[in-house]
């Protein structure tokens, strides 16, 4: 039993035109399997299409509608794991695409018995090559947050509602979430902007080895506070008049999302006319931002406010 459609007359892509196919291929194959009161769970599907296998083993959502349609269709029809690839010059479908005659069909062996390896074990079968980790298919945005307090405010609100979880109902609490909840889910926020840029480094301090020389940060002299956040010691630590955070100041790393909060935080604080110096000494307070002026000056060519101040009238 075969089937076989004319393309539409409206421009559609090759991939999808052979999304279509395995559509049409699917119920056929719904039909055959209800005709002959066979189980779903021992067909096998062949497609000879990449594009198409990684679609159907992919997460429908992060499709584009027309494709997400029909990858959900099939999906909801049949297990992943029975959808397997096939070769261009052993897919029998081919011959109805190509074009031919029905002398020549009567002729052919592979139309009526189909590839010769499904004459052997299943080993020997074409292999699928199309896997889809987990992380391929997690949509990460890259700054879904543009304020450095509605970041920390949610991330502390998140933590505080797992937490309450563990209880029983009668045992919750109830009402805002206390300040020290918004520091630890700000130190914690910091602490992973600092795994992630200087891994090497907090991996070396951890395990009480010497960072490298070539360390961008070899010279602040890092060190891990009980919080889990690098901090600088420098020759301020014997200063014992001025506060913790101006003695030992936390380490951002340059160009990362989370020092540009911050840095845009402070900038948006000052009202926008504070300048990069007094700026760098606002952060220098608490932080230590790597190549400071920089990352301060990038956030005033990306403020908007700052942008129609220096804009002069036409």
Not at 21 to 43: C, H, N, P, S
Not at 223 to 234: A, F, T, V
Request: charged share 30%.
């Amino acid at each position: 039993m075969s089937k076989a459609r004319v393309s539409p007359l409206q421009s559609i892509s090759i991939p999808r035109l052979e999304l279509l196919g395995a559509v049409l291929g699917l119920r056929l194959a719904e039909k055959i399997v209800k005709a002959l009161k066979l189980e779903t769970k021992d067909v096998t599907v062949w497609c000879d299409s990449f594009n198409v296998l990684w679609w159907i083993k992919n997460q429908s959502r992060k499709l584009k509608p027309f494709v997400a349609n029909r990858v959900g269709f099939i999906q909801s029809k049949i297990e992943l794991k029975q959808w397997r690839y096939i070769p261009t010059k052993t897919n029998v479908a081919d011959l109805l695409t190509r074009g031919t005659t029905v002398k020549e069909l009567e002729s052919n062996y592979v139309w009526w018995h189909g590839p010769s390896f499904l004459n052997s074990l299943e080993e020997k079968w074409p292999q699928n090559h199309i896997e889809v980790t987990q992380e391929d298919s997690i949509e990460v945005k890259k700054n879904p947050f543009s304020c450095w307090k509605k970041l920390v405010r949610i991330n502390g609100w998140i933590h505080w509602f797992i937490g309450n979880c563990r209880f029983e109902t009668d045992f919750r609490k109830k009402g805002n979430i206390a300040a020290d909840k918004y520091h630890e889910s700000e130190k914690e926020i910091i602490a992973k902007a600092q795994k992630e840029s200087f891994k090497e480094e907090y991996s070396n301090i951890e395990k009480g080895k010497p960072i490298s020389i070539s360390s961008k940060i070899i010279s602040l002299n890092p060190q891990i506070d009980e919080d889990g956040l690098l901090r600088s010691c420098s020759r301020l630590q014997n200063a014992h008049y001025l506060p913790y955070d101006v003695k030992y100041p936390i380490i951002l790393p340059r160009g990362h999302t989370i020092t540009c909060l911050i840095v845009k935080h402070y900038h948006d604080e000052a009202n926008h006319v504070m300048g990069t110096n007094q700026l760098l000494t606002k952060l220098s307070e608490r932080y230590w931002v790597i190549r400071g002026r920089e990352e301060i000056r990038d956030a005033e060519a990306k403020c908007n406010k700052c942008k129609l101040r220096r804009y002069k009238p036409a």
